[in-house]
């Protein structure tokens, strides 16, 4: 079953309004997460990690006042896309690593939500 | 700056085999993945190095140098359902994850 779970899969919002996504760790502690946006045929690109009980740290060009990230508990992080506007239309997805995967054999310990299709009309 | 480059496109025909390669120049050095990712799911694991050399996992195998900052994802007795994009990752020196640009391979019958 999954391990991280996003929320919602699919949103459609009017131009203009602010839209939430969740992100939750299931059944471990995880005080790093991280956001990823993916625009049609492109990579995924890293927004911002987010720190239990801190601010979030954005990647350069990223907007932290646009992109509001909480992650006021030890299993959800929240992003919220504020004064959405059609070009924030995208796919994101969130991601928590396991703990204890610091090791050499932890690869298969970065989890990925099942991601969430935004949609501003 | 964090630099991780693939072919955008490739093509390969079913049961043969497709080398997908991965150059990287990155803050540090904590591991290189290899997803799959079908269009609109989440990436699905396939294959994680951080050492140098080969790791060998069925039909995929993925091959790490270090010193080169290269990688490749090889994929033998390739299967219509093959077809996807592959992302080669690098985690970095603070534990973030950052993605190649990606391939898309297709395999034809």
């Known amino acids: 079953g999954a391990v991280v779970s996003q929320h919602p899969s699919r949103v459609i919002c009017k131009s203009g309004t602010s839209v939430k996504i969740e992100c939750r760790s299931l059944?471990?502690?995880?005080?790093?997460m991280f956001w990823y946006r993916q625009f049609p045929k492109q990579s995924l690109m890293l927004m911002a990690t987010?720190?239990?009980?801190?601010?979030?740290?954005?990647e350069q060009g990223v907007e932290k006042d646009k992109f509001l990230i909480n992650h006021a508990s030890l299993t959800l992080s929240t992003l919220t896309v504020t004064s959405a506007h059609p070009e924030d239309s995208s796919f994101y997805i969130c991601?928590?690593?396991?703990?204890?995967?610091?090791?050499?054999?932890?690869?298969?310990?970065?989890?990925f939500g099942e991601g969430s299709w935004l949609t501003v009309v | 700056g964090q630099n991780i480059d693939q072919p955008t496109e490739m093509t390969a025909t079913e049961g043969a085999i497709v080398q997908i390669n991965c150059t990287y120049q990155t803050s540090g050095f904590n591991g290189l993945f290899w997803y799959q990712q079908h269009a609109g799911e989440a990436p699905t694991f396939l294959s994680y190095n951080v050492l140098d050399g080969l790791e060998e996992k069925g039909r995929f195998s993925s091959f790490l140098s270090r010193s080169k900052g290269y990688s490749y994802l090889l994929l033998k007795e390739l299967q219509m359902k093959d077809s996807a994009s592959y992302l080669c990752?690098?985690?970095?020196?603070?534990?973030?994850?950052?993605f190649g640009t990606g391939t898309r391979l297709q395999v034809f019958p």
């Open positions: 987010s720190n239990e009980g801190s601010k979030a740290t954005y």
């Open positions: 991601s928590a690593s396991f703990p204890g995967s610091g090791s050499l054999n932890s690869g298969n310990t970065i989890y």
């Open positions: 059944d471990f502690q995880a005080t790093t």
């Open positions: 990752a690098v985690r970095d020196n603070t534990d973030k994850l950052i």
